[in-house]
């Protein structure tokens, strides 16, 4: 164990998006890989070990993470990992272990999207694409808890869903122009796009002057001036996702828990889109 790092059993690990990319070589240009690589980077796990310089945490400590290092080789699809302190914050206590794994990652996108890209207020009117997706039933809760009114898009099954969150839902298509301007007349203050596909495109017709635009999809080429979000790791922010978790005003929806040892099976199920929150692979009987 070097001295400044941290041995953390992972008792779940969230999918991401980006581990199909990396998978498919999307991004090769982009990211060193050392093969055989281990995907994942979210994880909710406890400390077994901490190196003598560590401090912070110590063993049996219950944490979170977003575990990226400068290439793809050692993930989180795995029963341990060594991690820096300062990719840990720890667990929310009212979260159950595949909820707490699918916080980092989506959590901190869009949290940096909501607060820091948008910066989002109260009494904004923010339409969220694909708000029933594992970034965007996030971005509807933390945008909610700043004190705006949220819209949300998705399909005609997410819409229970979304309302859920505490958004008003729409349903994408042809109709979603007419939907959301019934809802705010004047035109909505900010938009972000969780869903790609161009629904970007949507956007000269709903927003009002001055509004702000951001996407996680690289969709800005739909829109001028949209701010592209790329996600980092910050551990204020990391730290503020738990704390609304304990408020009682940000949660994680897993639409499905499945054993390590299914992970390609997850992976196909993310593939397929649909999804609902997040998928998480458990380490059930892991030692």
Do not use: C
């Amino acid at each position: 164990m070097f001295v400044d790092l941290v041995l953390v059993r992972i008792e779940a690990a969230a999918l991401n998006p980006a581990d199909l990319a990396f998978q498919s070589g999307a991004v090769d240009p982009l990211v060193d890989s050392f093969f055989p690589v281990t995907p994942g980077w979210d994880l909710a796990g406890v400390i077994e070990q901490a190196g003598v310089a560590t401090t912070g945490f110590q063993p049996g400590d219950e944490v979170i993470g977003f575990v990226r290092g400068p290439a793809m080789r050692y993930g989180t699809y795995a029963q341990k990992i060594s991690a820096e302190p300062r990719q840990l914050v720890r667990k929310p206590r009212n979260l159950i272990w595949a909820q707490a794994a699918g916080l980092p990652l989506a959590g901190l996108t869009a949290y940096q999207a909501i607060v820091h890209s948008l910066k989002v207020t109260a009494g904004d009117t923010v339409l969220v694409h694909g708000a029933a997706g594992g970034v965007g039933h996030l971005a509807v809760q933390i945008a909610i808890a700043r004190g705006a009114r949220v819209i949300g898009t998705g399909s005609e099954a997410s819409q229970a869903f979304v309302e859920s969150l505490g958004a008003t839902p729409v349903r994408y298509g042809d109709e979603l122009v007419e939907q959301v301007l019934k809802i705010a007349p004047s035109g909505v203050d900010a938009v972000l796009d969780t869903a790609g596909r161009g629904s970007l495109s949507t956007t000269r017709a709903l927003a009002a002057p001055g509004a702000r635009v951001a996407s996680i999809t690289r969709s800005s080429t739909d829109y001028e001036g949209t701010i592209d979000v790329y996600v980092r790791l910050d551990g204020d922010d990391l730290t503020r996702l738990v704390e609304l978790a304990e408020d009682g005003k940000l949660t994680v929806h897993v639409d499905r828990v499945f054993p390590l040892s299914q992970a390609a099976e997850a992976q196909q199920v993310l593939a397929g889109g649909h999804v609902r929150g997040k998928i998480v692979l458990e380490n059930r009987g892991a030692v």
